[in-house]
């Protein structure tokens, strides 16, 4: 037996400066890299200051000592770079805010103050972290999420790994619509061991997507180190091992992270390839808290010291100076301009002093605004053609099936509007996918319809970060329990995002979720998504019950400047119904239809269930409202349609397939006796399987899902207990 190793196609690699660097540092790069790290550092020292009065509510998480990684890497960055990042990321958001206002003619040591457009965003981030109205985003995103896209700052994520995927799809956008700006993303150590993580890394090496992966590692993760979170405490393996190639260095040295950052641009560009940096830095205080982590015994105060001697602002001084490069004059007048800057953004939000001091009652949102920008005013709708079957002569109608529907929608859409791109697992082989859901797309649409690896998180978050940069994205989760997996890109991130940041971001994707029925897939393929994507305001729920439908509510989704859901019942697949040849036309989200009509029951449905329904009531001779609700985010319900009937019937009943647990009823009752109860003859009645989830067997797997049966029995007792004959008796 015998052993050979096994080389690697990517590389790992130390940088570390010497004194011929800092000889080819020219001073006009050496004033922006003073500034910007300056910036950041005294930012974090007034934010620190305002905290310990009480005047940040809820966690700054302090970056105290790690100015130089952030500072460094965008200052040799260009300006127009797209960055996201973490929880901890005041410094890098200022040092970028200072870079993209930082024009080639500037020269910070010149005057006393910063130019006035950075002294405004200054002000205006120092007002988002305190939760005020004149910050960016109103307020609302605070510490952990800044968002400033015209200045590059694409939205920060209290989400630990959160916005990496997001970043490549930033990134994905750009390449796609053939820009040239780069994506940076900051992160943590704490980072690398999420799986998030790993999945966006992937990503980025098989796209070969235009990213740096910027890791700050300041060796704790709160106040877990390295040595106790990971076996391999190299952490370059990592990107390594994703086919991205890595460059180590100090991140107190900010001319070694700059350097770096340079080599980590050249690469990106002239390579095609996203690169990866590992900045050591340290960080002085607590995770969010005015002290030293040696108050709460996770560090020593020998450690504290020794990493306290090596601040990067006084490591860049004395090396500056030293070398002639710049004066110690001129840092002293940067340091005038930008501490001119912190104090002007302090004093803009407070009034008085010391213990007194307090924020302005005129500074806070109005919270009767506290509702506005969860979704579009669907103003993106205007002037487009809404229509229902009864609006085409059949001379204009072909028969078509539920499959059939899906990708002649996408692909018409696909035709017409260029930003449109499909993503998901085998959606470009096999002739369609999985079930022919794709089928002839990628004939046209080659460069766009993107197989992915079984990565639902990766891919659902490149979908968000490619739907804010200008996409529209449509996923498809294979089947529908898969949204699971994804959760935290889909509800933390696609779900509130325009609300978190006020309106000033969007997240125009579709996510396509096939629901198996009654086909043997078991519990972990089976689940309907409706009520838990119910539970997030920011998405629109639609459910299309025949191929018709389909059309019209898959162009609303594609349209829509929100993320919808829209499900796609297996049981539906091949069933036939008229469509026109022109599939141009759209149904409004929030409109039912009545697609039988009686007086004595009103029954609410959708999907696969809409048609029992029918059959039923015809079969056995029920004079009842049939509506198909179409659209159920709970925002989106037409409670005027059901009000309607409500109050013609006083009667209803909510038939859902679904198991007991996973059914989207429970919301619709509440709703409907705050709305109607007067009207109301009895309680609404709810229909649906089981509380089990479905398994493999196929006894067991029709018992937990509502039948034909259930809905019969229902009905019925709706009608003894209404003492309404029942069908086929005489009343009396």
Known sequence: MKFTPIE???????????????????????????????????FEETILFLDKRGLVHGPAHSSLGQEGGAGGCLAALPIDTMMNGSHRAHHQVVAKVVNALYTDNYDPSAGSVLRDEMRLEIRHMMHEILGLKDGWTGGRGGSMHLRCEDLGVMGTNAIVAGGLPIACGHAFAEKQQGGERITVSFF????????????????????????????????????????????????????????????????MDPLAVWLATRWAEDHIRTQGRPAFVQADVYRYYHQSSPFPGSVFGYRTKEEEDAWRARSPWEFLCDKL????????????????????????????????????????????????????????????FAGLRAAEAEDFPDAQMREMTFIEAIPATMGAAMKRDQ???????????????????????????????????????????????????GLRPVVELMYSDFFLVAADQLFNQAGKIRHLFNGTAQVPMVLRC????????????????????????????????????????????????????????????KRRCPVPQDLEYYIPIGKAKRVVEGRDLTLLTSLGMVETCKTLVASLGISADVIDLRSLSQRDIDYDLIGQSVRKTG??????QTTRGAAFGSFLVDEIQRLFFDYLDQPVK????????????????????????????????????????EPGKEAG
């Open 321 to 380: 100076t030293t070398h002639g490069i710049v004066s110690a004059d001129e840092l002293n007048s940067i340091d005038a301009a930008v501490s001119e800057a912190m104090q002007a953004a302090a004093d803009s939000c407070t009034e008085g002093k010391g213990s007194a001091m307090a924020i302005p009652a005129g500074h806070w949102p109005d919270p009767a605004g506290v509702d506005d920008h969860l979704t579009s005013d669907m103003s993106e």
């Open 188 to 251: 943590g150590d704490g980072a690398i061991h999420q799986g998030t993580t790993h999945e966006a890394m992937n990503l980025a090496a098989l796209y070969r997507l235009p990213v740096l992966f910027f890791c700050e590692n300041n060796g704790y993760a709160v106040s877990t180190t390295i040595e106790q979170s990971t076996y391999e405490t190299n952490l370059n393996t990592r990107p390594c091992a994703h086919g991205i190639e890595t460059v180590h260095v100090d991140g």
């Open 651 to 656: 009667r209803v009943a909510i038939i859902e």
């Open 514 to 573: 096939r629901l198996p029925g009654l086909e043997g897939y078991g519990s972990q393929h089976s689940m309907d998504p409706t009520s838990v994507f119910a539970l997030f305001p920011g998405w629109h729920i639609l459910a299309p019950s025949n191929a018709f439908d389909y059309v019209g509510l898959m162009n609303a989704a594609m349209r829509c400047n929100d993320p919808v859901l829209i499900i796609e019942p297996q049981v539906l697949h």
């Open 8 to 42: 690697m196609n990517t590389g790992m690699r130390r940088l570390v400066t010497d004194d011929s660097d800092w000889a080819q540092l020219s001073t006009k790069d050496a004033k922006r890299l003073a500034t910007l790290v300056l910036s950041a550092r005294r």
């Open 419 to 469: 930003s449109i791109v499909l993503f998901g697992e085998d959606v470009a082989n096999m002739d369609g996918g999985t079930v022919g859901a794709t089928r002839g797309l990628s004939e046209f649409f080659d460069t766009r319809i993107i197989n992915t690896p079984i990565t639902e998180n990766g891919f659902c978050g490149l979908a968000v970060g490619a739907a804010m940069s």
């Open 686 to 725: 709810r229909v649906t399987g089981a509380w089990a989830p479905p398994t493999v067997s196929r006894v067991l797997e029709r018992a937990a899902l509502a039948g034909e049966d259930d809905i019969t029995k229902a009905l019925l007792a709706m009608l003894r207990d209404s003492a309404l004959p």
